[in-house]
């Protein structure tokens, strides 16, 4: 938690969930290759990260969550 993070890729299951949460695919597509605060880790090990109307980091937890796959994230220092 805390790590920067560059959003390299769109996760698999946004892909194919896109016709149902097109809200989100265009969220995340905005998002791609942007950095990230991750703002925390689930269980599953995916990182939640808080992402504006704009497709860019937030400090807002009223902005939108998503929560992705570490194979889709790069640690940026």
Not at 14 to 37: H, M, N, Y
Not at 50 to 74: H, T
Request: hydrophobic share 45%; glycine share 8%.
């Amino acid at each position: 938690m805390g790590d920067r993070v560059r959003l390299l890729e769109m996760p698999a299951a946004i892909i194919a969930d896109r016709e149902q949460f097109p809200d989100t695919w265009k969220l995340v597509t905005e998002a791609l290759g942007g950095t990230f605060t991750v703002r925390g880790i689930n269980d599953l090990g995916m990182a939640e990260l808080w992402i504006s109307e704009y497709g860019l980091n937030s400090d807002n937890a009223c902005d939108d969550s998503v929560w992705i796959e570490r194979d889709f994230l790069k640690v940026v220092r």
